[in-house]
Every structure is written in C-alpha cells, then in structure tokens.
C-alpha cells in the first residue's frame, strides 16, 4: 500500500486540490482512501457533494479524523486491501504535518510561484527537517502560469526549492480553472475531461509519482 502526503504550510497552496485530483484519477484502476486530516474537513464535505451529484460511493473514498486516529485509519486502508492513501493535512498544523509526513513513503509539496508562496516554502522545508523527511518529499510546480511567464515561474521555483534541498519535479501543473470547476460537481478532471490539459497533466504526475514511489520502496 502506497501513501503519499500532501502538505505545505502555506494555505492555498493547491493541497487539497491536488489530493483530491490524483485520488479520483488513480481510483479508476485501484483502491484509493482519501484521508483528511485537516478540521476545516473540505475534503470531506466534497466527498458528501460528490456522493449527492454524482451517487459515486467509494472511488475514492475518504476518511476523516484527528493526527492521533491517523495509524488506526492506516490499519484499516491495509486491511480493506487500499493501493494507494492519499492524506490531505491543513495548514500551520505540525501535529497533522508531522504525523502525516512520518507515515508518508512520498510527501507531496505543491508549491505556487508567488513570492509569498516562495517564501513560505523555508516554513514546510523546516517541518521536513525536523522530521528528517526531507529525502522522500518531492516539489509539485502548482499554477504555472502559460505563455512567456511559464519559464520565470519554474526557475523562480527552482531558485528557491534548490537551496532547501528540495527536488522539483518535471511533472508540472498549470494554473487552469478546470481544476476547481469540475469539483464544484463532484468530479475530477480526468472525469470532466478526459482529454483537456488538465487530465493529460494530472495523469502523467500520477504515472510518475508511482514509478517514483516504487523506486524508493525498492532502494
Ligand atoms: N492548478 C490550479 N489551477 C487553478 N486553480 C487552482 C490550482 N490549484 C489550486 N487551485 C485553486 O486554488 C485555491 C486553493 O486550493 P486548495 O484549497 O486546494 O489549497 P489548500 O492548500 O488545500 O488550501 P488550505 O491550506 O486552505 O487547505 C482553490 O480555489 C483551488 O481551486
Ligand atoms: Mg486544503
């Protein structure tokens, strides 16, 4: 069973949304358990609309709860046979952080290319460190914007994550509304459209977590 942790101690930096997304697009094929281990619940309260709209039950399903539940809920996804944990974590929460991160064999960083963003990223790095997380903890490049502005984003990433020692990975996502106005309905992108940017982007970083998650499991 895979589990990857999404985290970031900065708010809106794309967590939930990237949780979510790749739950949705990795349970098409496998068993997948959203956790949400942030009290604002939104994960959870999507996943009440996502059952009204669309009357999906468990593909994904979600778990709420406290960091001290969170080995109880991991016992349980092992036991129902889960391929994949996916643990959203709020913000500016080291208790949830932290447990998530110690339990994660990949952590997820989305990070966005605003300088508030950028700077909060020393924050998330510190929580790593502390508990020497660092090495299985990969940057997810979050709203690149298009065009000419693209390139100054990623190096603007880049100049920051290098220093921390932080790996940024190729695998980016653009700054595109389809990844909130599908949810809106319950839906992921590579439901809404299968085809889009959107889909194609998260389906390759899904593709690429997992080969990458393998390597490190098998090392
Ligand atoms: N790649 C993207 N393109 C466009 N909008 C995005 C993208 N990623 C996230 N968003 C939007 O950014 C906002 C914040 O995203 P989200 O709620 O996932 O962040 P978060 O890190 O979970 O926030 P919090 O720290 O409050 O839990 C949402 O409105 C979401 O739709
Ligand atoms: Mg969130």
């Not at 989305?110 to 963003?117: F, T």
């Not at 220093?163 to 509304?177: C, I, N, Q, T, Y």
């Amino acid at each position: 069973m895979k589990i990857w942790s999404v985290v970031s101690q900065k708010g809106g930096a794309g967590k939930t949304t990237l949780a979510l997304q790749l739950a949705i697009a990795a349970s098409e094929q496998l068993k997948v358990l959203l956790i949400d281990l942030d009290p604002q619940e939104s994960a959870e309260r999507w996943h009440q609309i996502r059952q009204r709209i669309t009357g999906t039950k468990d593909d994904p399903s979600i778990a709420a709860g406290l960091p001290p539940k969170l080995s109880d809920m991991l016992k349980t996804a092992r036991k129902l046979g889960a391929d994949l944990v996916l643990i959203d974590t709020p913000p500016k929460r080291e208790r949830a952080i932290h447990a998530a991160v110690v339990a994660a064999g990949l952590v997820l960083v989305p990070l966005r290319s605003s300088v508030l963003d950028l700077q909060a990223l020393k924050d998330t790095a510190d929580e790593l460190d502390v508990t020497k997380c660092k090495g299985k903890a990969v940057v997810v490049a979050n709203a690149m914007p298009s065009g000419r502005n693209r390139d100054g984003a990623i190096k603007d990433i880049m100049r920051y994550a290098t220093p921390l020692k932080l790996e940024v990975l190729a695998e980016r996502l653009s700054d595109l509304p389809a990844y909130s106005q599908g949810l809106k309905s319950g839906r992921g992108v590579t439901e809404i459209e299968r085809n889009g940017t959107a889909a194609k982007e998260i389906t390759t970083l899904l593709e690429a977590l997992w080969a990458r998650d393998s390597e490190v499991a098998a090392a």
